[in-house]
């Protein structure tokens, strides 16, 4: 069954004890489409994404993922996470690391590690430990471990801190690649270059949705010439309200 | 940070003070002596007086019974015929001994010749008019084991406490780091994320350090066996059961008190409270039944108490797995297991929430 929305939230909200990390969140994610969660540092990004991942439990509200209610322990082998730190056994090769989820996720086909590490271009660096990795390496073992049973969807927190120009653009270019084959991508990033990169976009902050849309229509609604100050614009549009 | 050093120096001063490790011996007296002198009487007092070691004079089904339940450590029996008049006859004593702890063992032989020479020399060669008389003129000791023998030493009786230490120790110290590790390092979120459920998780744990725990423990058996060169009887298959259920334990205890520590330096901390006590309640030097009362309330709520008691009863008595003392032990071990599995599981979920 195929969906047109990947990902749906109404009135989601996430509490920590008496701290409100996630306001009423309501957004729909479209299939085949790289998402951008945009804000600052605290503003909900990563709550949000784990919220998607499963890992957290909504305090109020809806979330609706692939079709399913979550949480639902079903649907997560069709979605792939990767976390903000690099989540990785450190004693282990590259190749163990990338081998291990893919059986945890009960990826059958011969190869697909093999052809994961190529994606990621980690090919001769299969049988290195983790620890001996620079942190571009780890960021694409993270990855590749997130992409080794062919998700649906992809959560990435923060993909591509500490991850240098080319290999980012790369990344990139994979995405769009993913996106026509259907994948979905949730990207969470406070880098403004990469948001243009992005189908659509929310901006949060503190929690709250402070506008929604494509890159070149947020820059319309707020009047200026880039992301980034169309981003402080509907910030001071949000405190003039309050 | 001040509490813990302090209650266990106490512990330790209480456990050194207060144990209490007198034994005790059974006399029993089937010779036959013309006149007044009772043997066995004489013995038991001179046994008394001596201070070290406990006596008192029963019959022989009274005595058997005695050793079998642990009442008393040694049963010594006197037997033939004394006359006062004529050639001097030989006594013969049979000494019993229970031999699980070499030690006891040494005590009571060194007590019971003491006070042979005593009654013997003083009290039935001035009765029979000897002067200048041994021991051995006139008595032939015999002894015997029920559990162990001759050649037992301190490390027989330490071997399966160390066996069931090691496994309990190691284990916990390992889980408790390597769960923290994942739960800090962010692979156990990733796990989270992924289809498994928390059963998957904690019994992986489980069946991989307890993999590492039998290795470990065959590892320690062999050197023990053959280059200490120990003496063992008792199935080996049942060491490493007794052993898999000890870990399985200690696995899931690891897990569960991982979740109170943020770091390595934390979990470290752990070890004093988890291990210093039971290395010293739970039977590995001294026994449980010498600490006073309220230290054995302590020792019985300690799942290395019954690990070690089962391994001992398996190695140095060769009891068997139908045998109480196996099997009421590896239930209990049984119900310590289930009740850390439980607290494991709980808190493996809601780490991430």
């Known amino acids: ?242 | 940070m001040l509490t813990v050093p302090i209650a266990i120096t106490l512990l330790v001063g209480y456990v050194v003070r207060e144990s209490d490790t007198s034994l005790k011996a059974a006399v029993v007296d089937e010779t036959e002596v013309a006149g007044d002198f009772r043997p066995g009487a004489e013995l038991v007092q001179a046994l008394e007086q001596s201070g070290s070691l406990a006596a008192e004079e029963m019959p022989l089904a009274e005595a058997r019974k005695s050793l079998d339940n642990g009442d008393v450590e040694g049963v010594a029996v006197l037997r033939g015929s004394v006359a006062v008049t004529g050639p001097p006859q030989k006594m013969k004593l049979e000494l019993t001994l229970d031999g699980t702890n070499p030690q006891d063992s040494g005590a009571i032989t060194t007590s019971v010749n003491r006070g042979l020479t005593q009654v013997v020399v003083k009290e039935l060669g001035q009765a029979l008019g000897l002067a200048d008389v041994s021991p051995e003129d006139l008595v032939e000791v015999d002894v015997s084991f029920v559990h162990g023998g001759e050649e037992f030493d301190f490390v027989d009786y330490e071997a399966p406490a160390l066996i069931a230490f090691f496994a309990f120790f190691f284990v916990f110290l390992l889980t408790a780091v390597s769960f923290l590790r994942e739960r800090a390092g962010g692979t156990l979120e990733r796990l989270m994320a992924a289809p498994i459920n928390r059963t998957e998780v904690v019994l992986g744990y489980m069946l991989g350090f307890g993999l590492f725990a039998l290795l470990q423990s065959l590892a320690i058996l062999l050197a023990a066996v053959f280059i200490l060169r120990i003496h063992y009887e008792g199935n080996l298959l049942l060491v490493f059961l007794l052993a898999g259920i000890t870990t399985v334990g200690s696995v899931n205890l690891g897990i569960f008190l991982s979740t109170f520590a943020r770091n390595e330096l934390q979990v470290i901390q752990f070890v004093p409270i988890v291990l210093v006590p039971q290395g010293l309640l739970s039977g590995v030097i001294w026994s449980v039944d010498s600490l006073p009362g309220w230290l054995q309330v302590i020792s019985r709520c300690l799942p290395l108490t019954y690990a070690i008691d089962a391994l001992r009863n398996t190695m140095i008595k060769g009891q068997g797995l139908a045998d109480s003392g196996v099997l009421l032990n590896a239930l209990a071990l049984v119900g310590f297991a289930a009740f850390f599995i439980l607290l494991a599981s709980r808190t493996v979920r809601q780490q991430v929430e």
């Open chain 1, 1 to 242: 069954m195929t969906t047109e929305i990947a990902i749906e939230t109404t009135g989601l909200t996430k509490r920590f004890g008496s701290i409100e990390v996630l306001c009423d969140i309501t957004l729909r994610v479209p299939t085949g489409q790289t998402y951008g969660l945009l804000g600052p540092n605290g503003s909900g990004k990563t709550t949000l994404i784990r919220l998607v991942a499963g890992l957290l439990r909504p305090t109020a509200g809806r979330l609706t993922v692939l079709g399913e209610t979550m949480p639902s322990r079903r649907i997560l082998a069709d979605i792939g996470y990767m976390p903000q730190t690099a989540a990785l056994y450190q004693e282990l090769t590259v190749g163990e690391n990338v081998s291990f989820f893919s059986r945890i996720y009960g990826v059958s086909s011969p190869g697909r590690v093999e052809e994961v590490l190529e994606l990621v271009g980690l090919t001769e660096r299969a049988d290195s430990p983790v620890y001996a990795l620079s942190g571009g390496m780890r960021q694409r073992t993270s990855m590749a471990c997130a992409l080794v049973h062919s998700p649906k969807l992809l959560l990435l927190d923060e993909p591509t801190v500490g991850v240098d120009p080319p290999l980012r653009v790369a990344f990139w270019q994979y995405f769009h690649r993913l996106n026509q084959e259907g994948v979905t991508i949730l990207v969470s990033s406070h880098v403004m270059d990469e948001a243009e990169r992005c189908d659509r976009l929310v901006l949060l902050r503190d929690g709250l949705i402070l506008a929604e849309g494509s890159a070149a229509e947020l820059r319309e609604q707020a009047g200026t010439s880039t992301l980034e100050e169309a981003f402080l614009r509907h910030a001071e549009a949000k405190a003039e309200l309050a």
